[in-house]
């Protein structure tokens, strides 16, 4: 559930007594504080007998009310800095019932800064709340006024409007990828699909298990045919109204849950494996956004959607499936389905001849090892990973790239078929991951492959994320779409 918090911009500092006062960017600003300056601080925040400090960014102390040591969060971007520091100023100003928090950024170069602390908020103030009681004695969220002073502040309202826009996008992902598996099957996660395509002027298609049958797509029915929930493909697509500059397609995996199959997963393995549709989910807030910002760019999204079930009917380790651009795969693991229903996303993404194709999935729990759940990890064309990077920097997406290493490849060959869906150990399983994926995009589309397998869902409390899903994708993927 977001955060519902009222904002403004104004060029003079109001007189609201009860307002908490967050200083960003004074003239003589410093983001990092030393240790002699930090005592200084120290000095003043006993003398004015605060005992929670929220913010220091600036010069006159004694103009703020609350200071935030920055200093303390080295290990982030500044931009990263800013937001997290937005969220605890406003989450403890809530907390001490102030009806207002009113942030002072009007330097000259604080453009920017503005969206960044605004995106803090709204995504900080997210919770997963819809099958708890409400909390009577929870306070209200206080609104939020941005001092500007000199700046543009038509252009700086304009910024905020679509930072609020991006945000509630990435609310709404987190709110499917945080939905019990038990109300959010293949079906549902369709509807989910239409919603937003109709609210969003998308053009949509759907593939039912008939369709999927009659035009070859066999790997979403062999994993999905365990379950009594039927699979779904779904495409939408967002043209612009001026010509395009180029055509984008996203393809997203869409397991709505994941036990394992036949090769079943440990009990304490499938708590969280509601989550394994966050691929989908992040394709499908990240058309949601492009729509709304409304790029030149054609941007095309595919997700496939399933549910990994064991059950009498459901595909066996060493079963064969014939994709439908004729290559056989052996599955020797059933728990190894995401890379199967990834095959037939992008084999329908490749015959749109797209200039730029990016696959996004909880892959590997082998990712999760490498990286921690911090990162993504991103594998592909050069070009595509660079403006992944970017994207990922911008946003505060960190993806880290890892190799394609050829010599992997050999791990995938299959005595029976002229794949198989694993290696014959567990070491490289991001890197054989992304090499099966490869095998199904033709040479000359550029393409890249990211695992969100660790960050996509936080245990804890980390940044400006509260534990449960992250919404982790969707910012990369239309930040990719922006920078075109």
Known sequence: ????????????????????RVYLLAEERQFFVEHEQNQQLTKVLVRKK???PVYFAGADLNDGDYFFPLASLIHLNIWESVKVAADRALSLAREMKFSSVIMVMDAPDSLGFHKKALEGILLGGYQYSTFKKADKNQAQWPDVCFVVDNLDAADIAADLKRTETVCMSVNRVRDLVDQPAAILGPEELTSACLEVAQKSGLSIDVWDESRLKSEGYTALLAVGQGSIRPPRMVQMQYVPEAESRSHVVLVGKGITFDSGGLSLKPSTSMEEMKRDMAGAAAVIGALEI????????????????????????????GDIITMKNGTSVEVKNTDAEGRLVLVDALLRAVELKPDYLVDIATLTGACLVALGTKLAG??????????????GEETGEILWQLPLEPAYKEDLKSDAADLANVGSDRYGGTI????????FVPEGVPWAHIDIAGPSFVSKKWKYFTPGATGFGARVLAGLVKNL
């Open 50 to 52: 605060i005992e929670k």
């Open 378 to 391: 991103v594998l592909g064309d050069q070009e595509v990973v660079d403006r992944l990077c970017k994207a």
């Open 432 to 439: 054989r991951g992304a090499l099966f994926l490869q095998e």
């Open 1 to 20: 559930m977001s955060v519902v918090v009222t904002w403004r911009v104004t060029d003079v500092l109001p007189a609201e007594k009860k307002g908490l």
């Open 290 to 317: 492009i729509a709304a910002l409304k790029p030149p760019v054609k941007v095309t999204g595919i997700v496939a959607l399933a549910e990994n079930m064991p059950d009498a009917r459901a595909q066996r380790p």
